[in-house]
């Protein structure tokens, strides 16, 4: 079975790992599961290029990552980090890890050598055998911007103050915890943007679309943006299902609900699947997994065109992960066979 994922972030790396230990499991070949990854969270820093959610998925296939922080190498220094604020280069709230800093200036090297991002995310794959293939959604640079309300940010601000600023995604979301209200999330170079090589042929050839418990609107939503996805997400002949990143209405990891609420969408695992919308109807999905908390949502949603099931989501290891990545494909055998 050829299956492709779209996927972000903590989230996204663990269903995916969870995903190839059930094909695995299945006596399948992991071999034919294929990753769209988000690059809309990607960024130059100190002269190196970060791509944190291509390398936060690497990491964890290749088991080298950092399982209690959910983020960076397992076994990490930061004496770089350290040197690196004492000459007053970065930011010095985005802490660069050692082993971490390595990837990125191979990448960077390899960058100004003329590489593509995605023969770039080949050679870092070749490192360690994932058994999965990894493709950046696309080779353009679609960084994402944040427009911010920052008239909380001073108790008494002098008049005429601007009340509103522009920052990267990442100083927004690591820096101020998302806590400045976000107006907007922009992508630079979205419009001229276009699937990597391989991206829309992953998707048009799978037997199975899934879609990872990733942050709908930063993540998710990065890749969908990019012209060219949603025709081939809308012409594939696989079912699509995804994977809710909301249980009882509270995220799972991270600040997604403060941008969910920004694009004026509730926090809520229903509301998320109607926010991506029935493929029958011009939307993304023809299936929708709900934790068990939300059940009652799964029957309403499957008379709007949206066939939802109720499964644990809680990812807390390996084993459960593998569950839940088996839930999604047993509810898209099921429409496959259903007319």
């Given at each position: 079975?050829r299956?492709?994922?779209?996927?972000?972030?903590?989230?996204?790396?663990?269903?995916?790992?969870?995903?190839?230990?059930?094909?695995?499991?299945?006596?399948?070949d992991?071999?034919e599961?294929?990753?769209?990854?988000?690059?809309?969270?990607?960024?130059?820093l100190?002269?190196?290029?970060?791509?944190?959610?291509?390398d936060?998925?690497l990491?964890?296939?290749?088991?080298?990552?950092?399982t209690?922080?959910?983020?960076?190498?397992?076994?990490?220094?930061?004496?770089v980090?350290?040197?690196?604020r004492?000459?007053g280069?970065?930011?010095p709230?985005?802490?660069?890890?050692?082993?971490?800093?390595?990837?990125?200036l191979?990448?960077?090297?390899?960058?100004?050598?003329?590489?593509?991002p995605?023969?770039?995310?080949?050679?870092?794959?070749?490192?360690?055998?994932?058994?999965?293939?990894?493709?950046?959604?696309?080779?353009?640079?679609v960084?994402?911007h944040?427009?911010?309300?920052?008239?909380?940010?001073h108790?008494?601000?002098?008049?005429?103050?601007?009340?509103?600023?522009?920052?990267?995604?990442?100083?927004?979301?690591?820096?101020?915890?998302?806590?400045?209200?976000?107006?907007?999330?922009?992508q630079?170079?979205?419009?001229?943007?276009?699937?990597a090589?391989?991206?829309?042929?992953?998707?048009?050839?799978?037997?199975?679309?899934?879609?990872?418990?990733?942050?709908p609107?930063v993540?998710i939503?990065?890749?969908?943006a990019i012209?060219?996805?949603?025709?081939?997400?809308?012409?594939?002949?696989?079912?699509?299902?995804?994977?809710?990143p909301?249980?009882?209405?509270?995220?799972?990891?991270?600040?997604?609900?403060?941008?969910?609420?920004?694009?004026?969408?509730e926090?809520?695992?229903?509301a998320?699947?109607r926010?991506?919308?029935?493929?029958?109807?011009?939307g993304?999905?023809?299936?929708?997994?709900?934790?068990?908390?939300?059940?009652?949502?799964?029957?309403a949603?499957?008379?709007?065109?949206?066939a939802?099931?109720?499964v644990?989501?809680?990812?807390?290891?390996?084993?459960?992960?593998?569950?839940?990545?088996?839930?999604?494909?047993?509810?898209?055998?099921?429409?496959?066979?259903?007319?």
């Open positions: 079975m299956i492709t994922v779209l996927a972000g972030g903590v989230g996204g790396a663990r269903f995916v790992r969870g995903l190839r230990e059930e094909v695995a499991r299945r006596g399948g992991s071999d599961i294929t990753v769209v990854v988000n690059t809309g969270d990607d960024l130059w100190a002269g190196v290029r970060l791509m944190p959610d291509f936060s998925i990491y964890a296939l290749a088991g080298v990552n950092d209690e922080r959910g983020w960076g190498r397992a076994g990490e220094t930061e004496r980090a350290a040197e690196l004492e000459w280069v970065g930011w709230w985005f802490t660069l890890g050692d082993l971490d800093l390595g990837t990125h191979a990448r960077t090297s390899w960058l100004r050598e003329g590489l593509t995605s023969q770039v995310g080949e050679r870092l794959q070749r490192r360690w055998p994932l058994g999965v293939r990894l493709i950046p959604a696309t080779d353009t640079e960084d994402t944040v427009l911010v309300d920052v008239s909380g940010l108790d008494d601000p002098p008049s005429g103050a601007p009340t509103r600023a522009e920052l990267h995604f990442q100083e927004w979301w690591t820096r101020y915890r998302a806590s400045l209200p976000a107006l907007a999330f922009r630079r170079n979205i419009d001229d943007a276009r699937p090589p391989g991206v829309a042929e992953a998707i048009a050839d799978a037997d199975l679309v899934l879609v990872a418990p990733s942050n609107v993540s939503g990065t890749i969908l012209p060219g996805i949603r025709d081939a997400l809308a012409t594939t002949a696989a079912p699509v299902v995804g994977v809710s909301i249980i009882g209405g509270r995220v799972v990891r991270g600040m997604a609900d403060a941008c969910l609420h920004a694009i004026g969408v926090t809520d695992a229903g998320v699947a926010h991506y919308g029935a493929r029958s109807a011009g993304l999905l023809d299936g929708w997994l709900v934790d068990e908390t939300d059940a009652p949502s799964a029957d949603l499957t008379a709007e065109g949206i939802s099931r109720a644990p989501l809680w990812m807390r290891d390996l084993d459960t992960s593998a569950t839940l990545a088996g839930a999604a494909i047993d509810l898209a055998d099921g429409l496959r066979r259903t007319p």
